[in-house]
């Protein structure tokens, strides 16, 4: 009876952590293994610029989108995410920072939600 409540308790666990590394992994897709929630924190020498098109990114801001434009789904999905609306960030000035930082390989043409970025 014994073994039998081990059993039972250790298949719960293991359910309780295939669930939770079922959310994990979805929440972290566009961006690889990290959470979108995660990468967009490195966004925050963007701020500024990310609210006001007039604002010219800083060279920590443009470091990090280079960095992380090199995946353009996880920069939109960073550029979309509920972090960069918390700190008021506007989608439609945020995907125009990859031009403004001069980056010659960013995704031109790329649609990130209803924007595109030029």
């Known amino acids: 009876m014994e073994v039998q409540v081990k059993h039972i308790v250790l ?3 293991l359910l309780v952590l295939g669930i939770t590394g079922i959310e994990k992994v979805h929440e972290a897709r566009e961006c690889g293994s990290s959470p979108v929630e995660t990468e967009a924190l490195k966004l925050a020498p963007c701020v500024m ?3 006001d ?3 010219a990114p800083s060279a920590k801001c443009c470091l990090q989108i280079k960095q992380i434009g090199k995946n353009p789904s996880c920069l939109c999905a960073v ?4 972090t960069a609306k918390s700190v008021g960030v506007k989608p439609e000035v ?3 920072i990859p031009k403004r930082c001069n980056i010659a390989n960013r995704p031109v ?3 990130c939600g209803a924007y595109t970025l030029p």
Do not use: F
């Open 53 to 55: 098109q007039n604002t």
């Open 11 to 13: 298949l719960g666990l």
């Open 94 to 96: 945020a995907v125009t």
């Open 79 to 82: 550029m979309l995410s509920q």
């Open 109 to 111: 043409g790329y649609k």
């Open 49 to 51: 610029a990310g609210q």
